[in-house]
Nanobody, 124 residues
């Protein structure tokens, strides 16, 4: 059974940086995607960035391209989301998720597990 534990959220000023971590365990590598989703108050949860465990292909939604970077550490079974040039509109609860899919585009797939969420607040 897939288990995900997030960390790294917090309060940061606009223009600043944060790095979110997602420690994963209990999954097989077949067609597994690890992704970051976020949900702001009053908005739907959206997939913002995903990485394939099998080939390291990545996806970024347009609003974070060029500012966020996803990486994976095989030894630690962890996925990291480096967030730079943060804006107030990036404020949300960020969730790590494991998806079963054949591609990373759109972070679309069958959700195997969610993390507990970590809050990011960007002050302007």
């Amino acid at each position: 059974q897939v288990q995900l534990v997030e960390s790294g959220g917090g309060l940061v000023q606009a223009g600043g940086s944060l790095r979110l971590s997602c420690a994963a365990s209990g999954f097989s590598l077949d067609y597994l995607i690890i992704g970051w989703f976020r949900q702001a108050p009053g908005k739907e949860r959206e997939g913002i960035s995903c990485i394939s465990v099998t080939d390291d292909s990545t996806y970024y939604t347009d609003s974070v391209k060029g500012r966020f970077a996803l990486s994976r550490d095989n030894a630690e079974n962890a996925v990291y989301l480096q967030m730079n040039s943060l804006k107030s509109e990036d404020s949300a609860v960020y969730y790590c998720a494991a998806l079963r899919s054949t591609h990373v585009a759109g972070c679309v797939g069958t959700i195997e597990a969610w993390g507990q969420g970590t809050r990011v607040t960007v002050s302007s």
